[in-house]
């Protein structure tokens, strides 16, 4: 069975730093592209980043390039989400999700709020 | 402002049939294959409900269709359950592994 687990959400002050993670597991991570999508609390979803199978290459959402990082360990069936320069409108419920052209399978979503 | 267009609501009585449209460009729904759709449940998270415009994943009831013409994909829900209330998102690839959300439709059984 399909299994995402993200942790890493919490309080943070604007202008700081998170990471996020996410563990798979039930298939072989690395052969899938993987994404983060977020959703501002009652509102809809955002892809912010993706990574291909090998980490090779990325892609990022206009409103996060610059600051976020995605990157993957494979030994460690493990994505990552490092988030920098946090502002109150990057507050959302992080999840990572399996796939490119659509995502078959999502986390349960770790909650990242921004605010002094 | 979201990429693609929902209405924000729909409604039906159980048994009823009810179809969601998703509008997009021509540089994302009319220009790819690539539409799915999201059922959210409170407080949980997306679930894959069609994907590559009409396929259903294994598990998802056939009551689920999806269709497309030009830039408009839409869902269809036959024999409306109580269940089935929950928020719908749909998608569209726009290449560049970009991927477009809907705003999201609330859907209400009556």
């Known amino acids: 069975e399909v299994h995402l687990l993200e942790s890493g959400g919490g309080l943070v002050q604007p202008g700081g730093s998170l990471r996020l993670s996410c563990v798979a597991s039930?298939?072989?991570?690395?052969?899938?592209?993987m994404t983060w999508v977020r959703q501002v609390p009652g509102k809809g979803l955002e892809r912010v980043s993706v990574?291909?199978?090998?980490?090779?290459?990325?892609f990022y959402a206009d409103s996060v390039k610059g600051r976020f990082t995605i990157s993957r360990d494979n030994s460690k069936n493990t994505l990552y989400l490092q988030m920098n320069s946090l502002g109150v409108e990057d507050t959302a419920v992080y999840y990572c999700?399996?796939?490119?052209?659509?995502?078959?399978?999502w986390g349960q979503g770790t909650l990242v709020s921004v605010s002094s | 402002q979201s990429a693609l267009t929902q209405p924000p609501s729909a409604s039906g009585s159980p048994g009823q049939s009810v179809t969601i449209s998703c509008t997009g460009t021509?540089?994302?729904?009319?220009?790819?294959?690539?539409v799915s759709w999201y059922q959210q449940l409170p407080g949980k998270a997306p679930k894959l409900i069609i994907y590559?415009?009409?396929k259903r994943p294994s598990g998802v009831p056939d009551r689920f269709s999806g269709s497309k013409s030009g830039n408009t994909a839409s869902l269809t829900v036959s024999g409306l359950q109580a269940e089935d209330e929950a928020d719908y998102y749909c998608?569209?690839?726009?290449?560049?592994?970009?991927?477009?959300f809907g705003g999201g439709t609330k859907l209400t059984v009556l």
């Open positions: 999700a399996r796939g490119q052209r659509w995502s078959d399978y």
């Open positions: 039930g298939f072989t991570f690395s052969s899938y592209v």
């Open positions: 990574i291909i199978s090998s980490g090779g290459d990325t």
């Open positions: 021509s540089s994302d729904v009319d220009d790819y294959k690539y």
């Open positions: 590559e415009v009409n």
């Open positions: 998608s569209s690839y726009a290449g560049s592994s970009n991927l477009l």
